[in-house]
């Protein structure tokens, strides 16, 4: 299926691995030429010469975090008009609410709500003007079904979800889309190192704390995130310009619901 990229351009957050890496590979499959950024610059440049070398698609990295005005900064000089984003972020470290404070709030917020929010405030006006646009928040499967231990995570998410709902009604009329993808539980890093913990903590293996995980889930495995980012890539199809203001949730069925 030709989703209709082909020349358009795109800025994937957090790309170097995971789920940002593999929207960055479905999108350049389609000829889309990517930027990516990412904290470390050597895993980095191995990902977008890797992603460049299997599709062809001009990738260019661009090192630095997208947390700070500087870090935005450079990677809307290397794209200034792009036709895509997808924002990501690894999400805030697990705990106690009570043992919260205030900077580990405003850490959180930065993250995963006020800096998504603030690049699309960026690239809005220059999507509308061409009537083109495809935004897509990476947020968390936490957002329909909070995980206890993860509140920093539940509220900055939500929060983002919230402040793009009527946005996203707003913009699409000039066809801008802005829709949010929901992951579960996905083969990434993250995953196995949260399952790396507790296995140390059960005097198990790594293997079968990622395999209980798969058998909660009514697929009966955890998610690629190559199928993460094949989503990804069909939310900023061309023809997808009727999808407005969704969370599509990927997580195996895990959340239970006649309508999700």
């Given at each position: ?13 957090a ?26 610059a050597?895993t ?9 070398a299997a ?20 990677a ?18 697990p ?51 909070p ?25 699409a009329?000039?066809?801008?889309t ?12 993250r995953?196995?190192?949260n ?49 407005v203001g ?11 619901a006649?309508?999700?």
């Amino acid at each position: 299926m030709d989703l209709g990229l082909k020349g358009k351009s795109a800025i994937v957050c957090a790309a170097s691995k995971g789920l940002g890496r593999a929207c960055a590979t479905a999108l350049a499959r389609e000829g889309v030429s990517v930027v990516m950024t990412a904290r470390n610059a050597a895993t980095l440049e191995q990902a977008a010469a890797e992603i460049r070398a299997a599709t062809g698609a001009k990738v260019t990295p661009v090192a630095g975090d997208i947390t700070t005005e500087a870090g935005r900064a450079a990677a809307l000089a290397a794209c200034p008009a792009p036709d895509i984003l997808v924002n990501n972020a690894g999400g805030p470290p697990p705990g106690d609410f009570l043992g919260f404070d205030h900077d580990d709030w405003i850490r959180a917020l930065e993250s995963n709500m006020l800096t998504p929010l603030a690049l699309i405030r960026a690239v809005l006006d220059g999507m509308c003007a061409r009537r083109f646009g495809r935004i897509v928040n990476i947020t968390s499967a936490a957002v329909k079904s909070p995980i206890a231990t993860l509140g920093l995570s539940n509220g900055a998410r939500a929060g983002l979800t919230g402040a793009v709902a009527g946005l996203a009604r707003q913009v699409a009329k000039h066809n801008v889309t802005i829709n949010n993808l929901l992951p579960g539980p996905f083969l990434t890093d993250r995953l196995r190192a949260n399952s790396a913990e507790a296995a140390a903590k059960a005097g198990r293996s790594v293997d079968d704390m990622i395999a209980e995980r798969a058998k909660s889930s009514p697929a009966g495995r955890v998610g690629d995130p190559a199928e993460f980012g094949e989503a990804c890539a069909f939310l900023c199809a061309a023809s997808s310009g009727f999808i407005v203001g969704q969370n599509l949730l990927l997580d195996g069925g895990a959340f239970n619901a006649t309508m999700a």
